[in-house]
């Protein structure tokens, strides 16, 4: 079962699952070492009569995985880089923790049985995974975005055939979906995902061009990963949420809007047919939405601070200025020419922003090594999830080029 494939105009939500509260859940956290992985283990180490750990993963931080294994003690570990393998063996030896090395490794992890997979590798990398944990049907609560903006119905479909269930992490969606859980879902006439504006919200143009790696990964609100966060302070990443919006909640780019709101306090909207507006309100701990997804359909307890609207006292919001984070238009273009035009954007931006991290372009190249790519690569029909690979690769390459032509 998956959000939003089948009836109805914003699509059926997956139906409710029997009470878990009683039953103990193995769980598997794709991304364990990352900002995501560490608020599911943050939650699942608060519960540990709720919560047996099946399997953890990594890419590098092979000391930082360890940790979490001996802690957490699941019955396998793997690390996507082979080269770290040893550090990991050695670290583990003696503790009875199977311990496993490479992409494929990583992919036996999702295919482990656990009942609830955390999805929280960044990048297209998370795709293969993520589709293991799907055909097996399990309940997969989902993050890793630029999968789904890459390969949306296509893993949607895959989802559907299994019968897995997709639960979404992400703040926006999560609030969404939260909204609609207990609402008709045919009465919906308008989707509005908030944004915080990003740590640019205010700069100027020519202040942004200048922007290093450092102050694109301050967050004003949001504490992440830091290739998210360059998403953020481009836009980039509300135009993915555009996407993945669209795909989760079945709706068409003119029934999703984005607001400005810089206090992340709202954390998205849904608006109905009757002129009702109903939103999803908290402080910005994705603690909160990870719970939501830990204990769906019932709900556990977070630590998240306590919302308090007096101490806040104001709530504001405006427009985005597309001028300024043209991002917002590149994203909604693919969106609404479909095909291969989200998984060549993401590509295209997942190359661009690695390179802005790593100093080799500026903060507004990041746009035009997108939008190159985008011309050269065109849009064409997206039948198979192996095309989605091979268009994610070339778009690399064509990426990559663009880069280097701005270095030239
Ligand atoms: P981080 O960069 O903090 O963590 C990424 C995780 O993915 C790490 O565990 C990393 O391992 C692992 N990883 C990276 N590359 C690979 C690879 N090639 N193979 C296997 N594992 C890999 O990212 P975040 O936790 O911030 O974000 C994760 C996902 O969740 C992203 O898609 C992001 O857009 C989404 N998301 C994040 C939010 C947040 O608040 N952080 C909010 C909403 C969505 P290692 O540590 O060893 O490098």
């Known amino acids: 079962m998956v959000v939003g494939t089948t009836t109805g105009p914003a699509g059926p939500m997956p139906e409710r699952r029997p009470r878990i509260t009683s039953d103990r859940r193995r769980v598997t956290v794709l991304g364990a ?84 997979v955390m999805a929280a590798i960044v990048g297209m990398a998370g795709l293969a995974p993520t589709l293991a944990a799907l055909r097996r049907g399990a309940t997969v609560a989902f993050a890793s975005k630029e999968c789904l903006v890459s390969a949306g119905p296509l893993m949607l479909t895959v989802a559907e055939q299994h019968g897995a269930t997709l639960l979404p992490v992400d703040s926006e969606h999560n609030a969404i979906f939260q909204v609609l859980q207990d609402q008709a879902v045919d009465g919906v006439e308008r989707i509005v995902l908030t944004a915080s504006g990003g740590p640019f919200r205010t700069w100027s143009l020519e202040d942004m061009a200048r922007a290093s790696p450092a102050e694109a990964v301050a967050h004003p609100n949001w504490s992440m990963g830091a290739k998210i966060s360059v998403d953020s302070a481009t836009m980039m990443n509300k135009g993915l949420e555009l ?73 504001t919001f405006e427009a985005p200025d597309p001028g300024r984070f043209p991002a917002l238009s590149l994203a909604r273009a693919a969106l609404e020419a479909g095909g291969s035009a989200p998984a060549v954007l993401n590509a295209a931006n997942e190359v661009a922003v690695a390179a802005f991290l790593g100093r080799r372009i500026g903060f507004m190249d990041i746009i035009d090594v997108i939008s190159s790519t985008q011309q050269s690569m065109g849009t064409q029909p997206l039948e198979s999830l192996d095309q989605v690979t091979d268009i994610d690769a070339r778009s690399r390459a064509v990426a990559d080029e663009a880069v280097s032509d701005r270095r030239r």
Do not use: N
């Open 33 to 116: 070492t990352g900002s995501i992985g560490a608020s599911t283990l943050d939650l699942i180490g608060r519960h540990p009569d709720r919560f047996d750990v099946e399997a953890l993963t990594a890419h590098r931080q092979a000391d930082r995985l360890a940790e979490l294994a001996l802690a957490f003690k699941p019955r396998f570990v793997a690390i996507a880089d082979p080269d770290r393998l040893p550090e990991l063996r050695a670290r583990l030896s003696g503790t009875g923790i199977a311990v496993a090395g490479g992409a494929a490794a990583v992919v036996e992890a999702a295919d482990r049985p656990a009942d609830w």
């Open 243 to 315: 996407i993945e919006a669209a795909y989760l909640f079945d709706q068409p780019s003119d029934r999703i809007s984005i607001l400005v709101h810089p206090q992340s306090v709202i954390h998205s909207m849904v608006a109905y047919c009757d002129g009702s507006v109903l939103a999803q309100l908290g402080t910005p701990d994705m603690r909160t939405p990870i719970a939501y997804t830990l204990a769906w359909p019932e709900r556990m307890p977070a630590p998240s601070e306590r919302l308090d609207l007096s101490t806040i006292g104001r709530l």
